[in-house]
């Protein structure tokens, strides 16, 4: 079964962090650019931080600074990590894969998402 399952998310006070993953299964993360997006109620979705297969990164103006994104191979899974957490990072938080596009272009969501996990929500409040 092809699918991508995000895990990590959770209650964390403001100024904390948390790492979030996203594992795939049924088709190999190094073929596809890999992005985390989110969603707060009431607002558009948001491309965060999206990663290619060749390392390249694009990060959302909002987050710079503050997370991180990797890819490991050997465990088909790519890691966000966000620190410095501000209540207006309260999202559902999302990971999306495709093919033949860059970072920036995926996050931007120009190209169509060929997979899309369940999600997984960040709060943060005190």
């Known amino acids: 079964q092809v699918q991508l399952v995000e895990s990590g998310g959770g209650l964390v006070q403001p100024g904390g962090s948390l790492r979030l993953s996203c594992a795939a299964s049924g088709f190999t993360l190094d073929y596809y650019v890999i992005g985390w997006f989110r969603q707060a109620p009431g607002k558009e979705r948001e491309g965060v931080s999206c990663i290619m297969s060749d390392g390249e990164r694009y990060f959302a103006d909002s987050v710079k600074g503050r997370v991180t994104i990797s890819r490991d191979s050997a465990k088909n899974t790519v890691f966000l990590e966000m620190n410095s957490l501000r209540p207006e990072d309260t999202a559902v938080y999302y990971c999306?894969?495709?093919?033949?596009?860059?970072?920036?272009?995926?996050?931007?969501?120009?190209?169509?998402?060929?997979?899309w996990g369940q999600g997984t929500q960040v709060t943060v409040a005190s």
């Open positions: 999306a894969g495709s093919k033949g596009a860059g970072a920036y272009t995926f996050c931007q969501g120009y190209v169509p998402v060929t997979y």
